[in-house]
């Protein structure tokens, strides 16, 4: 019996086995390492945090210490790095045109790409910048010095590119073959998490613009979710308080001005003022030239202190206006109103209509007559809590325009006015 052979045999077939093991403990690994980078980057939306789980993960597992995520740019054949670890500078910014070094070989072809011999940072990042005709304040794309090897993988969603990931190593052979199969199905994954994060955040976007000419509090009175969901003749009825104001003697002021003045002495003004409706839990409904119509459908102290604090940050606006102050009449009126979308299929608006709002314009009308700032009606005055943290004087039952009974209406100071008034 040749005992030499049958312990080689069994020498031969241990390794066997052990390769075996070795392939299971691998296989086993890589569902592993699927299952946690799915769990992290696939039940979020913040872009942030998956580029930082990604990096995180990847170093952890697979050692990668320097690695770089750039992603495919909107407008052209380019690539702009979002994220980055392990180097000292982090480049977010670079850009590498498709077909350009590794990384843009790798964009252009949607194959990963596996090599060595790398060249240090200096011409690896020189010769990125010649071949796109960087000037030297262009963010530079990030390298390692020394680098020996290198991996990138494309980031593919439904066979759309959506990035690459690429990684560095000062070791000669750092990235193996058997990481590949496993990287191209954690590529796809990141990338799928990087379109939904991309798209989420491009819809929230696209909603905050849209925010700022439909509010969201109409919308939220609606019973809506989203401005897709409107639809003409969309209304809802109730008991809300209408505040208009208007600065007085606003043509003689444009006199003065160039259009382009008068645009910048506006949009100054309502930036100055227009904060504090929605302090106040108000939004405002449109503006009119410098007139502004608010709506705050939860209770008539919320129109008064408003408007009251409207003067008040009038102040500020004027003390640069010294020479010619600007003085701002405010009418409240309180009562039944349609909130809704109004207009037409190709142009819809939304807005509060009903004799309510008219009544709350008449009244900031009234202010000039009775040399009184801030105005409201007796349905608003009698809605406030007493005794009320300002003072308010009947000024009598008026006649107003468009209204066959006479309406009581009230002039409103501040605490800090009235005191005054009666020193």
Sequence with gaps: MDYDAIKQQVLDNQKVIDELNQQLRRKADEIEIIQAISSEILNTLDLERIFETVLRTMDEVFGFHHALILLKAAEKDQLIVAASRGYEQPGIGARVNFGQGVIGVVAARRKIIRMGGVASQMMYAGAVRDALGMEEKTVALPG??????????PLLSRDHLVGVFAVESAEPAAFKAMDEKILSIVGNQIAAALENAAAYKAQKDLAEATGRFVPGE????????????????????????????????????LEGLSPRESFQFVNEYLGTIAPVIREHNGFIDKYIGDAIMAIFPHQPLDAVQAALAMQEQLKVFNQERMDAPVRIGIGIHT???????????????GTAIGDSVNLAARIEGLTRQYNCDVMASESTIGMLPVPAPFACESVGQVQVKGKTRPVEVFCIQGAEAAAAAES
């Design 218 to 253: 109409l919308l939220e009175q609606l019973g809506l979710q989203s401005i897709t969901q409107t639809g003409l003749g969309d209304h809802v009825e109730g008991i809300m308080t209408i505040l208009f104001s208007d600065i007085r003697n606003f043509t003689t002021i």
């Design 335 to 349: 009562g039944r109103v349609m909130l809704g979308i109004v207009g037409h299929a190709n142009r819809l608006d």
């Design 144 to 153: 390692l010095p020394g680098a020996l090897s290198q991996m990138a993988i």
